[in-house]
C-alpha cells in the first residue's frame, strides 16, 4: 500500500466532478467513502463538484438506458459488492444539484449522502415531485427548495467542467488535468491519489 509520510502541512484538495443522474458516481461516492480514513491519513480532501452532464455530452433527460449500459452497471454492482437500484432512465438532477451547491460542510455532505441513498438504494427518482422535500427530511435537514441563483451556479460550473476538458463523470481534477477514470477497484483509485498528493507535495512515495 502507498502511504504518505506524517506531518503533512496542508491537505492537498482535489475536484471531484459528479452528477446525482449517473449511478456510476453513486459506485464512486461508496467506494471513497469505505477509502475515507486512509485518504484522511493522506491527508487528501475531496470537493465534490455538481455538475449537469447535459451539459457536456447533450444527452436527452428521461432517456431510457439501453441493455448494455444495463449490463455495465449489473457488472460493477457484483465487482465492488455494491447493492444498487438502478435507475432505467436519464433523470432530470438539477434541483437536486442546486441544492447542494447551497450547503457547505457537513450539511452538504448530508444532503448527497442522502440522494445517493434514495435513488440508488430505495429506489427513489430524482424526477419524483417531492423528492427534494423528502431527502431534506432524510438528511435531517431544513433545506428551501433552491432559487435561480442556485439553478446558474451549475450550469456556470458545468460550462466551466466543459472548458477544462472533462468529457464524463466521475471526473478528478489532478491540478489543470481532469482525470476521468470512472470507477476503479479500491485500491488502484487509492494508489492514484496518493501518488498525485505525493507528486504535488514534491515527496517520495512511502511503500
Known sequence: MVRCRPAVADPVCIPVYFDFASTVCF????VL??????????DIQLLWSPIDLTVLTGWLRGKTFDD??????????????IPVEAPTCWMDSRPALATAVTLVGTDEVRWRTAVWQRVYQEGHSLDEPNFLEEAAEAAGLVVPPPGSAAFTDVERRSVEADELGVLGVPTFLLDAYPLGFGIQDEATML???????EKKRGATPVH
Open 27 to 30: 459506485f464512486t461516492d461508496r
Open 33 to 42: 467513502a469505505r477509502l475515507q480514513p486512509q485518504l484522511a491519513d493522506a
Open 68 to 81: 448494455p449500459r444495463r449490463t455495465h452497471i449489473r457488472r460493477l454492482s457484483d465487482e465492488l459488492a
Open 191 to 197: 494508489a492514484l491519489l496518493v501518488r498525485f498528493a
